[in-house]
């Protein structure tokens, strides 16, 4: 490889790792609560949308909603997204999950240059595809069908009003909400933030199916509940 090629690729490297450096640091307990503060905000915006807001057949049968707010996207030849957020699942009596702490990652190549930063919200749709959060790495539309969320309070017309697919996602840019595709990015748990917020571990098994959490601070019991009734 010539010099210019390998100046070219380290070149690359700093800039994707400059714009992931806030991502990937380990977080603290201060960090994580503004996490779950900013999740909660960015769920609330979303079905607080006067025009453009979720159907309410899917607030009413979703089993789990994760929020990852501020995902980055960032690429210089090699490129690729990372986002920090929180997952909750409800259980057959309508109760919503002590949050669990997720990651999200993707990939992409191509000659791009630019960086974006976009809030994310899924919905998880059944049963599968809320036990296959708890994989070690949880691959949207492979794992789980993945599908751009409907828009409007009563999807009609071509929108797929039988949500069909096992996950939904929305993401705001621009201050506006639309439904997107996410194929291919991956879900991780994230076990260091669970550690750490809690104060000792706790499977994200336990958190999220039943529903046990060593405490539940005042973020994590505004975030649950902010969720659907």
């Given at each position: 490889?010539?010099?210019?090629?390998?100046?070219?690729?380290?070149?690359?490297?700093?800039?994707?790792?400059?714009?992931?450096?806030?991502?990937?640091?380990?977080?603290?307990p201060g960090e994580i609560t503004d996490r779950i503060q900013t999740a909660t905000e960015v769920y609330q915006d979303l079905i607080n949308a006067p025009d453009r807001g979720v159907p309410q057949k899917l607030l009413d049968d979703?089993?789990?909603?994760?929020?990852?707010?501020?995902?980055?996207?960032?690429?210089?030849?090699?490129?690729?997204?990372?986002?920090?957020g929180i997952v909750s699942c409800k259980d057959r009596d309508g109760s919503w999950s002590p949050p669990s702490f997720v990651t999200l990652t993707g990939g992409s190549f191509g000659f791009q240059i630019g960086a974006e930063a976009t809030d994310l919200v899924l919905f998880v749709m059944n049963e599968h595809g809320a036990r296959s959060l708890l994989k070690s790495e949880f691959t949207l539309g492979g794992d789980a069908s993945v599908a751009a969320g409907p828009v409007g309070r009563t999807a009609s017309g071509g929108t797929d009003v039988r949500l069909n697919a096992e996950i939904y996602a929305y993401a705001r840019a621009k201050g506006l909400f639309a439904g997107i595709s996410l194929e291919g990015a991956s879900l991780n748990q994230d076990e260091n933030a669970i550690r750490t917020f809690y104060g000792e571990d706790a499977s994200p098994e336990?958190?999220?199916?039943?529903?046990?959490?060593?405490?539940?601070?005042?973020?994590?019991?505004?975030?649950?509940?902010s969720l659907p009734q």
């Open positions: 490889m010539s010099t210019w090629s390998n100046r070219l690729c380290a070149l690359a490297v700093l800039i994707v790792w400059t714009a992931f450096g806030s991502i990937v640091r380990a977080d603290d979703c089993h789990c909603v994760a929020v990852i707010p501020h995902v980055v996207k960032a690429a210089f030849l090699v490129g690729g997204r990372h986002g920090k336990t958190l999220l199916f039943k529903h046990q959490a060593p405490r539940v601070p005042p973020a994590a019991d505004s975030f649950q509940k």
